[in-house]
């Protein structure tokens, strides 16, 4: 089962996935689709407010973020990690529970990047934004970093995430019935 969509003008066939017996999500991936993330950050940066740094999660927001700042002409943008590296120091940690991973995972986020974040506005991305746990815990690393969270992007709000006033977004993402109808 797929679900189309168009997307930044273009149009794309999402693979509908099982969550639990009840609940299916459409797998939404810009990885190995230059194509489909350049329209989604140009379109992105149109309607961003002032920042000072883009700050995304490993992994799937890692070609938006990167895009984005390429087109926008930044020098740098920040990565919160999924696992700590051998050259980060002085290293900020929270907990994250995402729809797509049926786990608790950590994000990370090294020191040097909490000291460029400190008193500088921060413009949150991400590929989707479902149930808002990877978004709080960006959220979070910002904050404990001293950063100001001057905006949340994502690529398709999906579900709640769709009536969420904090969050700008290209476009819904439904969520599915087991039969691949979408729900109401």
């Known amino acids: 089962m797929y679900y189309r969509m168009k997307i930044a003008g273009l149009e794309r066939d999402l693979p509908i996935c099982p ?9 939404f991936v810009i990885f190995g689709d230059p194509e489909l993330t350049v329209a989604c950050a140009r379109d992105l940066l149109a309607k961003a407010p002032e920042y000072d740094y883009i700050i995304t ?3 799937k927001g890692i070609p938006l973020a990167h895009e984005m700042a390429r087109q926008a002409g930044d020098q740098r943008y920040i990565l919160a990690r999924k696992a700590t590296k051998l050259y980060m120091r002085d290293i900020f940690e929270v907990e994250v529970h995402s729809i797509t991973t049926n786990r608790t995972q950590h994000l990370y986020l090294d ?12 413009l949150i991305v991400d590929d989707v934004i479902s149930t808002g746990e990877s978004l709080g815990a960006l959220e979070a690393l910002v904050e404990k970093a001293g ?13 709640d995430a769709q009536d ?3 969050i700008i977004y290209l476009e819904k993402l439904p969520l599915f019935h087991p039969d691949g109808t979408v729900m109401e």
């Open 19 to 27: 969550v639990n017996e009840n609940l299916y999500i459409a797998g």
């Open 57 to 59: 999660a490993e992994a």
């Open 111 to 122: 020191g040097v990047d909490a000291q460029r974040i400190k008193g500088k506005k921060i």
């Open 164 to 166: 969420r006033g904090d």
């Open 147 to 159: 950063g100001i969270i001057c905006g949340k992007m994502a690529i398709l709000a999906e579900g």
